[in-house]
């Protein structure tokens, strides 16, 4: 989105960030730990000192990549096309490299190590042992590394996979993943996004630590809190939305003894509240306590919806043990009845445009949040209630200030039905993007959303 110019699909005017990794490769520095939060539970950012190496031929391996000619500086969080004058339009192979200092993981803490999204086949190697691997350009990922990790100094080695558009090449160099096979958005119209483009980090957790936080609010003040912890329990069904679902709670490690009290009840010692667009917090109680059954809620009377006129947000808070978790959410409801749409439950018409979310300068990657807020402001002055963002799974910024501002999203996942033409494993492909959406909006980024008013399927 780019209300300041009429076209997005040019990429002059590149700026001296965009370009900085173009200069000649220099030698790779040692990541400081900057950890967010207290030194029980840190975030590291990765995203300085890495460097980056085109492999056109796609031969080389873990042990040859090292001594390998032709190492540039470069950039996380940024696709290499949009780094590189030269690599433009490069599809194929790529190899990224950083070190990285050990946090300090006593006590049992764990080392999860984090990408936001990679194009489009990642593997993730950690001091030359193999992390895992990944598939799919817009879903998040991670790995625990603690037990690849050593004292010291440790190298991150990534190769990624972004097959070309070429069916002649495709076909040839890596027939398992044809690029009409998978989801893509806007790259065959305008500028192909491969490699690392959104960012890296590496998060430390305590032993026992929240894997996953749902919430689930309705326009009468039903709130539902679902935690996810690394503890090993047993599934319970419980009413969240109308109708009952199964959900498995927790994962991991077997619970550990020390958990219940003489008589057996689990005593997980999870809090959670919401606090209100004022400052005012809200317990939120559990609703089988004893049983292990993480599933918390109340009802808060009078909620504040959300709208664009009044984006009213609340909080979520979930404490356990050594680790806390916090996101946003809001109360609304959007639905489609009578030829109409309503938004809590009045008609809302829909004054809306087209957003490509491509940019001139990072192509794929937005600039900045504040860029990002900038836009959607000057979106609203325009008049707008709705951006449609086009065959593209939304970065988390971008629905983060829709929330803020009072921006509805529409958005279509991206498609994989180039030239007609359509197979079981691109349907494989598009149904895990679609299936992927959900957890990423309600699970992986915490809280029920209220900006998002309609997802589709582009065909």
Known sequence: ?????????????????ARR?????????????????SARAQTVKLESGWEFLPDKTAS????????????????????????????????GVAWYRARFAAPELGGGRRAL????????????????????????????????????????????????????MDEKENLARFPSMLYKEIPHGKQ???????????????????????????VFSRVDGTVGVVVRSRINMVPRTVTIEPGPKKI??????????????????????????????????????????????????????????????HPRLYTVEVKFGEDTYTDRFGFRSFEARDGKFYLNGEPYYMLAALDQDFYPETIY?????????????????????????????CEPSYLKIADEVGMLVWYEIPSWNDFN???PKAAERGEHVFRGLRPREESDRGARHPRRGQQRVLR
């Open 421 to 423: 033409h359509f197979s």
């Open 248 to 309: 498995s709670f927790v994962e991991g490690e077997p619970a550990d003894p020390a958990l219940r009290n003489a008589a057996g009840a689990l005593q997980l010692g999870i809090e959670v509240r919401v606090i209100d667009p004022q400052g005012a917090s809200i317990t939120v109680p559990p609703a089988d306590p004893g049983t292990g059954n993480p599933y918390f809620t109340t009802k808060i009377p009078n909620p504040q919806l959300w709208s664009p006129d």
């Open 188 to 214: 065959n119209w305008y500028v192909q996004t491969g490699g690392i483009w959104q960012p890296v980090w590496l998060e430390v957790k305590p032993r026992v630590y929240i894997s996953d936080v749902k």
């Open 113 to 164: 190590l984090r990408f936001g999204a990679v194009d489009y086949f990642a593997e993730v190697y950690v001091n030359g042992k193999k992390a895992g691997e990944h598939e799919g350009g817009y879903m998040p990922f991670h790995f625990d590394v603690t037990d690849s990790l050593k004292p010291g100094a440790n190298e991150l080695l990534v190769r990624v996979t972004d097959p070309p």
């Open 60 to 91: 080389l391996t873990v042990g040859s990549a090292a001594g390998a000619e032709g190492w540039r500086a470069a950039r996380v969080g940024l696709s290499w096309n949009a780094q590189f004058e030269d690599l433009r339009d490069y599809m």
């Open 365 to 393: 990657t937005a600039p900045s949040e504040g860029y990002i807020r900038d836009q959607m402001l000057k979106a609203k002055r325009l008049g707008l209630n709705l951006l449609r963002c086009h065959i593209k799974v």
């Open 21 to 37: 990794g173009s200069s000649p490769a220099v030698a790779v520095v040692l990541f400081l730990l900057v950890a967010a939060g």
């Open 1 to 17: 989105m780019n209300l300041s110019s009429p076209h997005v699909e040019t990429t002059r005017g590149l700026s001296r960030r």
